[in-house]
């Protein structure tokens, strides 16, 4: 079956560290994946998109890297705060044609002081 | 000024009833959607209407029936309630393309008793 995996164990780290959030996929070839953070009683909020012709993307903290090969996205934060702290989201469209965002279930960070 | 917004948050319920959640976007985007978020944090597509016409219904019971009144809305209004429908429910809305980020409200919690 077609599947999206994210490291279902939350992600326990210090400040200033750098978090590596992880998400592979099976049985899709998608044109492209987003990133999405979640906050406790809030809806997703889109942080990053990265295609597939793109091995690297970044937005000041974050870097999100795509492997096609290995079908596998990482999710970077980088010099991490406690504001940082949520859950982050992958998700990839199902059929490349905009409009059906199949997601992960969802990394939670949590970032110490 | 709210982006996508829906009414209510919380919704608690018995069994059998009828309800309704509302959803309104003002990003003047095309596309809108239905999402079901549960308790595993799985983010579910239900529907998405593009301009007020279906264009994705996945399985999901008939006693769920999406309305687009225009295409600024996006209302869901469930039937027969079960217990197996308490979840969370995102409305989110994007613009048609492919790769268009989806921007979420921020959920209606659904609990049947």
């Known amino acids: 079956s077609q599947k999206i995996e994210q490291n279902s164990e939350a992600l326990n780290i210090q400040e200033g560290k750098t978090a590596t959030l992880t998400c592979n996929y099976t049985?899709?070839?998608?044109?492209?994946l987003q990133w999405y953070r979640q906050d406790p009683g809030r809806g997703p909020v889109f942080l990053l998109l990265?295609?597939?012709?793109?091995k690297e993307k970044r937005k000041e903290r974050l870097k999100v890297t795509f492997d096609t090969t290995l079908k596998q996205s990482l999710f970077h934060i980088t010099a991490s705060q406690p504001a940082d702290s949520a859950t982050y989201l992958c998700?990839?469209?199902?059929?490349?044609?905009?409009?059906?965002?199949?997601f992960g279930q969802g990394t939670e960070l949590s970032v110490k002081p | 000024d709210t982006a996508v917004s829906q009414t209510p948050k919380y919704l608690v319920t018995q069994m059998g009833n009828d309800k309704s959640i509302k959803c309104e976007q003002n990003?003047?985007?095309?596309?809108m959607y239905w999402y079901k978020q549960d308790s595993k944090k799985f983010l579910k597509i239900m529907f998405s209407?593009?301009?007020?016409?279906?264009?994705i219904n996945e399985t999901v019971p008939n006693r769920f029936s999406p309305k687009s009144p225009d295409k600024a809305h996006l209302n869901l209004h469930i039937n027969s309630l079960e217990l197996g429908d308490s979840a969370v429910y995102f409305c989110?809305?994007?613009?048609?393309?492919?790769?268009?980020?989806?921007?979420f409200g921020n959920g209606t919690r659904l609990t049947v008793t």
């Open positions: 989110a809305s994007s613009h048609p393309r492919e790769s268009s980020p989806l921007h």
């Open positions: 049985n899709y070839s998608p044109a492209y």
């Open positions: 990265i295609r597939e012709n793109e």
């Open positions: 998700a990839l469209d199902e059929y490349n044609q905009g409009g059906k965002l199949i």
């Open positions: 990003l003047g985007h095309d596309t």
């Open positions: 209407y593009n301009n007020k016409e279906l264009i």
